[in-house]
């Protein structure tokens, strides 16, 4: 079974900072990994797929990097209502990672 | 617009079952895949099973293989999930999700139900 990795599990920033957050598959994903955000009380809401492909909609701060056994998600500039937390996804297995909660510092 | 919505929820004793529907509109329910997604409380998100778009192939996680069946209707744009053998850990909200199959990602869910609260207590 694949095993997904986030890290950090939770973050504190600043609106405006850069932020990044990354997934580790335990086995080759190739570019197999979606980057979800949720809101407390709320569905998740699909903002990556494909490792890198920005979801319609999605504010073009959100970008996603990586192939293999390393991804990242980077917001580029911070916005309030970025504060959430995020999961990652094997995209083939649909395996999640445990979580990254970004809060206010 | 795309819109699931979960019912089905509520509060069972361990042991007893229940079954979840999502009410699918506003896409072609038959053509796309379908998945149920968990989250316990204050936890993180766990797949929970997956049908195919025709009902031709399920899969299920290894925590509700054997208790959990998936099925939908085509006909009437509704998924199900049967939830038998019910135990304190399958507390969770339940989320239906719709599956985007593409050769070169792997799936993506790129729409969900609001979801439904399942409470398994005496």
């Known amino acids: 079974d694949i095993q997904m990795t986030q890290s950090p599990s939770s973050l504190s920033a600043s609106v405006g900072d850069r932020v990044t957050i990354t997934c580790r598959p335990s086995?080759?994903?190739?570019?197999?990994l979606n980057w979800y955000q949720q809101k407390p009380g709320k569905a998740p809401n699909l903002l990556i797929y494909g490792a890198s492909i920005l979801q319609s909609g999605v504010p073009s701060r959100f970008s996603g990097s990586g192939s293999g056994t390393d991804f990242t998600l980077t917001i580029s500039s911070l916005q309030p209502e970025d504060f959430a937390t995020y999961y990652c996804?094997?995209?083939?297995?649909?395996?999640f990672g445990g979580g990254t909660k970004v809060e206010i510092k | 617009q795309v819109q699931l919505v979960e019912s089905g929820g509520g509060v069972v004793q361990p042991g007893r079952s229940l079954r979840l529907s999502c009410a699918a509109s506003g896409f072609t329910f038959k053509y796309y895949g379908m998945h149920w997604v968990r989250q316990a409380p204050g936890k993180g998100l766990e797949w929970v099973a997956v049908i195919w778009y025709d009902g031709s192939n399920k899969y299920y996680a290894d925590s509700v293989k054997g208790r959990f069946t998936i099925s939908r209707d085509n006909s009437n744009n509704t998924l199900y999930l049967q939830m038998n053998s019910l135990r304190a850990e399958d507390t969770a909200v339940f989320y239906c999700a719709r599956g985007t199959w593409l050769d070169s990602s792997g799936w993506y869910f790129d729409y969900w139900g609001q979801g439904a609260l399942v409470t398994v207590s005496s």
């Open positions: 086995q080759n994903s190739s570019s197999h």
């Open positions: 996804q094997q995209a083939l297995s649909v395996t």
